[in-house]
């Protein structure tokens, strides 16, 4: 079986600083990572995936993402954060496999919130 | 290019009622996912579809809910009766290639109310 822990229900950062927003997962073979962001009173919108090659994994509105297989850990990341990047975060998870089919599995979600 | 688009956004029903969800995916998409999401807890997968035929239905909860998809085009989730705790938001997703690689798109969901 496949799983996704986001262990913080909430990360609360400055405006500037940087943020990290973390999940580790758990498959039986090789896994697929992404993140999903979901603005208020909005839907899922794709961020950035980890297939394969470089750990470091960069996407969309300067999120980037660090695979580490020894500690089966993807944190999103941001150098710098902004007010706008306020937003519930949700990490999923494949099996290269395809042992759990194509369906993509989720953590609960990790609320941001960049304050002035 | 559109994207996924679901009907209604909204939709607040009482027990016992019957309530018709329907997405709309990216034009070429021939993979359809349904989630849902419910009182908070992370997103749960429903069902796939690859163009008309489900592909697998291993997190349809119970034979209250049923999905469609003809033609392969746009899809429909039926619950019939709902229940409480059938509340939620359901989402709706596609991707063109399937496979593990492949990206789902999602659309910005239905919030089902059952009171």
């Known amino acids: 079986a496949q799983s996704v822990a986001q262990p913080e229900d909430q990360v609360n950062v400055a405006e500037g600083n940087p943020l990290t927003v973390k999940c580790t997962y758990s498959?039986?073979?090789?896994?697929?990572l992404f993140w999903y962001v979901q603005y208020p009173n909005r839907g899922l919108q794709f961020l950035l995936k980890?297939?394969?090659?470089?750990?470091l994994v960069k996407g969309s509105y300067g999120f980037e993402a660090e695979f580490n297989k020894s500690q089966t850990s993807f944190h999103l990341k941001k150098p710098s954060a902004l007010v706008s990047d306020s937003a519930l975060y949700f990490c999923a998870v494949r099996d290269f496999a395809g042992n759990a089919g194509n369906m993509l599995t989720f953590g609960g979600g990790t609320r941001l919130m960049v304050k002035p | 290019e559109a994207g996924v688009t679901q009907f209604p956004s909204h939709s607040v029903i009482e027990k016992g009622q019957t309530v018709t969800l329907r997405c709309d995916p990216i034009s070429g998409h021939d993979n359809l996912y349904w989630y849902r999401r419910v009182m908070g807890k992370e997103i749960k997968f429903l069902l796939h579809?690859?163009?008309?035929?489900?592909?697998?239905e291993s997190g349809m909860p119970n034979n209250r809910f049923l999905a469609e998809r003809t033609g392969g085009t746009y899809s429909t989730l039926k619950v019939q009766p709902a229940e409480l705790e059938d509340s939620g938001v359901y989402f709706c997703?596609?991707?063109?290639?399937?496979?593990?690689?492949?990206?789902?798109?999602f659309g910005p969901g239905t919030r089902l109310t059952v009171l």
């Open positions: 980890y297939i394969t090659g470089d750990n």
């Open positions: 498959v039986s073979g090789n896994p697929y």
């Open positions: 997703a596609s991707s063109q290639v399937g496979g593990s690689a492949d990206t789902q798109y």
């Open positions: 579809f690859v163009k008309e035929s489900k592909q697998d």
